[in-house]
C-alpha cells in the first residue's frame, strides 16, 4: 500500500515555473514507478511524465518535452516535477500515482494522490 500526497500547485503566469512535489508513505517506495497525470474538466486523465523506480528512465508526453522535468529522492520518499515555459493549456488537475513498473497508461497505476490545482493565466 503506498499513499500519496500532490504539493505545489498553483496560479502562475504564461511563461512562468511552479514545482510540483508528491510525498509518499508505506512500503517499498523505492520499487514504484512513479508517474505524474493531468485532467481537465470532460477530459480524459492524461499522462504527463514517468521515472523508473532507480530515477535512472524517464519518459514524457510530447507536449511537455523540454518543459518538464521529473526527477525522485528514494531517501526522501518523493518525486517532483518541475515545470518551466508553463502555457495556458497546461491548466488542469495534476496527479501523481505510483505502479509496478515504468508506464504511461492511466490504467497501469494502483494507487493515486488527490490532485493539485495548476492554473495558467494568459
Do not use: H
Request: with cysteine; net charge positive; hydrophobic share 35%.
Amino acid at each position: 500500500q503506498v499513499q500519496l500526497v500532490e504539493s505545489g500547485g498553483g496560479l502562475v503566469q504564461a511563461g512562468g515555473s511552479l514545482r510540483l512535489s508528491c510525498a509518499a508513505s508505506g512500503r517499498s517506495f523505492s520499487s514504484y514507478g512513479m508517474g505524474w497525470f493531468r485532467q481537465v474538466p470532460g477530459k480524459e486523465r492524461e499522462f504527463v511524465a514517468v521515472i523508473s523506480w532507480s530515477g535512472g528512465s524517464t519518459s514524457y508526453a510530447d507536449s511537455v518535452k523540454g518543459r518538464f522535468t521529473i526527477s525522485r529522492d528514494n531517501a526522501k520518499n518523493t518525486v517532483t516535477l518541475q515545470m518551466n515555459s508553463l502555457k495556458p493549456e497546461d491548466t488542469a488537475v495534476y496527479y501523481c500515482a505510483a505502479a509496478r513498473g515504468t508506464w504511461t497508461i492511466v490504467t497501469s497505476y494502483a494507487y493515486w494522490g488527490q490532485g493539485t490545482q495548476v492554473t495558467v493565466s494568459s
